[in-house]
């Protein structure tokens, strides 16, 4: 249940922007999570709908674009994405390069947990 501490961090991100902005009332906001995160975008819709009662973000609507994961390989340079996902539910699994079976891997994509944009009035 990480998407608990994370859920707050972004209501912090929103309100604080929505303070900024002298918002009154925050209509919508767009989020972009990484696949790599683990986070369920319905897990956390339903925190954002709880943890905002009583404030100006209280019944915004979401939009979570789930970012795909990209990676490259240092040692064949392949750059693309990672096959693997069945096992994603049981939790976080080695990644590997599906060229060369490389463990020396950048993550280009994947882990993203962001604010992108909000819609306020
Ligand atoms: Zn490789």
Redesign the pocket.
Known sequence: MHEISIAGAIVDAVLDAAAKNNAKKVNEVFLEIGELTALNPEQLKFIFGTITRNTVAEGARYNIEVIKPLIQ??????RGAIQFFEKLHFFLPVIK??????TD?DIIAGRECCVRKIKIT
């Open positions: 390989c240092r040692k064949c340079s392949y390069c599906p060229e060369c079976g490389g891997v």
